[in-house]
């Protein structure tokens, strides 16, 4: 997986301990199933992108799934 910028590590540490915790375990998933995933920043969130499409992307008051 690639997971090269730092500020993904910022966005996770300055959440709140419950939502931090809650996006950590779906990252482990998502690095554990689609090992392939790249993970970046895109729109202030981390992102992670399967085949170059976005697979998944969380902030605040959403979050997305691609349909597969």
């Known amino acids: 997986m690639k997971n090269a910028d730092p500020e993904i590590e910022l966005y ?14 779906i990252r482990k998933l998502i690095r554990r199933t689609w090992p392939t995933t790249s ?25 997305s799934w691609r349909s597969t």
């Open 39 to 63: 993970e970046d920043m895109a729109y202030g969130m981390p992102t992670f992108h399967l085949d170059g499409l976005p697979l998944f992307r969380s902030r605040a008051r959403s979050t």
């Open 12 to 25: 996770y540490g300055s959440l709140p301990g419950d939502r931090r915790d809650a996006l950590l375990a």
